[in-house]
């Protein structure tokens, strides 16, 4: 499903341009000018990180790279399947190296800034117990000289991880393909359209947002530390999400991603303090099982217990303070509805440059959907025979339903394009043809009436699983009843085809109290396709909460 825009790789290996009337597509050339930023912002820290003169060098460049490797698989049609591989290997290696070195030196600056704060502060009076003066200080002198010498070993990791990333070629791989990309859609002369773009940026947003919320249940639970830390992950993507598509909306989504960001940031603390509480957990149990072992050194070790103890009560009740912070900060936004803004934001809250200024007429968008269509003129038949039998149950229904001639409108639409995905093979096919739905740069429909026709796709074969589906929390409630009850139609209509012989010609529907009669017209036996019909109709027993007989 790759498309590598205007380049082809010709016998001699060399990279040509084929045709300089064909655009390149908008979601490519949106991408680049997203990708190439971050590449910079990665690639002009690497002698900083090499010297480790200053940690903040390894810190913007271990952001970067995140954002990279975040960004990187949003605009994966964009790049040739092997590039994106070697890339991505590239880049999580080196992501990995610098996280690992980061953490420690975020641990160590914590510890300095404790000595130094001691080290300023006014003395301890003469009355203190002398068996515990100064055994903070001898703890923290000890974290701190096992974290340098970690630091030190780790260096020696990332200058080697650095060194062999510059000798893969990768950076400047990926900065000649996206420049080369920038050149040829410059060489142009018809710009891609934009329709495409916007649905796909609510889709893997909304998506990203469902994955933050699904850890909901856990945020009043103090314990849980697990549920917590990927709380923080999701949320960290959900915000390098929206920065990749914040172009798209006015204000950039500025006031959602504040919010995510400070999200990510309490639990990033939350995180340091069990990552420190895991660390000397483990110090003062090793302590403990020496303690009768050393009897030289017993006042040393009873000082350096207390130490790690004292150690482990601060971390503990920084933990603590922490945690009911982020337990108020997560209540105030839901009490303020942050994330139904956001979902309304994806939809309604778009540039001028990103919505459609004239609302497309339907012969429009008829020719809109044929053009995809053709994309898989193998389908064509099939596609025409569920239309028509979808149709003609929708029709029949209509008294149940009580949908109107824009819904019917939808399901004709979805009926033509719920199997463009065998383009690309049949399996998984029901998955691509949303996302081809969804994608197209030239289907003049918009998000929503988008987002009904790809979720109808979808589900038109195998296990309804739509309701999880970022789209479809998109939709208001009226939209998510359309699309359950289109998707029912298509997956009756989809199995009297089952054979693709269209040998079902007509149908006529009775509407009972306890059960719908679907009676069938056809041209030759069509035993398989009526069986077929009777499995797929688990979704249309739940939504019309009737049985249906087929005859």
């Known amino acids: 499903m790759r498309k590598l825009g205007w380049w082809i790789t010709g016998e001699s290996g060399i990279m040509t341009l084929i045709d300089e009337l064909k655009p390149i597509r908008a979601e490519c050339i949106f991408g680049v000018h997203r990708l190439l930023p971050l590449l910079d912002a990665f690639s002009k820290e690497i002698e900083g990180v090499k010297t480790a003169q200053d940690s903040e060098h390894i810190h913007r460049m271990r952001v970067a790279s995140r954002r990279l490797r975040a960004a990187l698989p949003l605009f994966v049609s964009c790049i040739p399947e092997k590039k994106y591989q070697h890339w991505m290997q590239g880049i999580q290696t080196i992501t990995r190296a610098l996280g690992d070195a980061r953490d420690t030196d975020v641990q160590i600056a914590f510890l300095i800034k404790i000595i130094?704060?001691?080290?300023?502060?006014?003395?301890r009076n003469d009355t203190t117990d002398s068996t515990l003066t100064g055994y903070k200080g001898d703890v923290e002198t000890i974290l701190l000289l096992q974290l340098q010498k970690k630091r030190s070993k780790l260096q020696t990791a990332v200058v080697s991880a650095l060194e062999k990333l510059e000798n893969s070629g990768i950076i400047d791989e990926m900065r000649t393909f996206f420049i080369n990309q920038l050149k040829g859609a410059k060489r142009t002369r018809k710009k891609s359209p934009h329709f495409g773009i916007p649905p796909v940026a609510a889709n893997r947003i909304s998506r990203r947002l469902n994955a933050l919320l699904s850890y909901e249940d856990w945020v009043h639970n103090p314990d849980a530390i697990t549920e917590h830390h990927a709380t923080r992950i999701v949320a960290k993507k959900l915000r390098y999400t929206m920065e990749v598509y914040s172009p798209l909306y006015r204000l950039g989504l500025k006031k959602y991603l504040f919010r995510v960001k400070m999200i990510q940031e309490i639990l990033g603390a939350l995180h340091d303090c069990d990552v420190w509480i895991d660390t000397v957990m483990i110090m003062l149990l090793k302590e403990r099982s020496t303690f009768y072992i050393k009897n030289s050194s017993r006042n040393a070790q009873v000082s350096r217990v207390s130490g790690y103890k004292h150690f482990l009560s601060e971390r503990e009740k920084e933990r603590k303070r922490l945690y009911r912070r982020f337990v108020r900060y997560w209540d105030s936004l839901v009490?303020?509805?942050?994330?139904?803004?956001?979902?309304?934001?994806?939809?309604?809250?778009?540039?001028?440059?990103?919505?459609?200024?004239?609302?497309?007429?339907?012969?429009?968008?008829?020719?809109?959907?044929?053009?995809?269509?053709?994309?898989?003129?193998?389908?064509?038949m099939h596609s025409r025979s569920v239309n028509a039998l979808a149709l003609m149950i929708?029709?029949?229904?209509?008294?149940?339903?009580?949908?109107?001639?824009h819904e019917r409108f939808l399901l004709e639409c979805a009926c033509s394009l719920h199997d463009i995905g065998w383009k690309y093979g049949h399996k998984g096919h029901s998955k691509r043809s949303a996302d081809m739905i969804v994608s197209d740069e030239n289907l003049l429909l918009d998000v929503n009436d988008r987002g009904i026709i790809g979720l109808v796709s979808l589900a038109h074969r195998g296990n309804v699983r739509i309701e999880s589906n970022g789209l479809f929390s998109l939709a208001s409630s009226k939209e998510r009843d359309t699309v359950m009850k289109l998707a029912s139609l298509i997956r009756i209509a989809d199995g009297l085809d089952y054979l693709h012989k269209g040998s079902v010609k007509s149908v006529h529907c009775t509407i009972g109290p306890d059960e719908i009669v679907i009676e069938i017209s056809a041209i030759q036996d069509a035993s398989a396709e009526m069986e077929r019909a009777r499995l797929k109709s688990d979704l249309f027993s739940r939504v019309f909460n009737r049985v249906l007989v087929i005859r």
């Open 116 to 123: 130094k704060k001691r080290e300023a502060g006014p003395q």
């Open 335 to 380: 009490r303020a509805g942050i994330w139904d803004d956001l979902r309304k934001a994806l939809v309604c809250g778009r540039k001028r440059k990103f919505r459609f200024l004239i609302v497309p007429r339907e012969d429009s968008i008829r020719f809109s959907v044929t053009t995809l269509a053709n994309q898989f003129p193998e389908g064509i």
């Open 394 to 405: 929708f029709d029949d229904l209509s008294q149940l339903h009580r949908m109107g001639e």
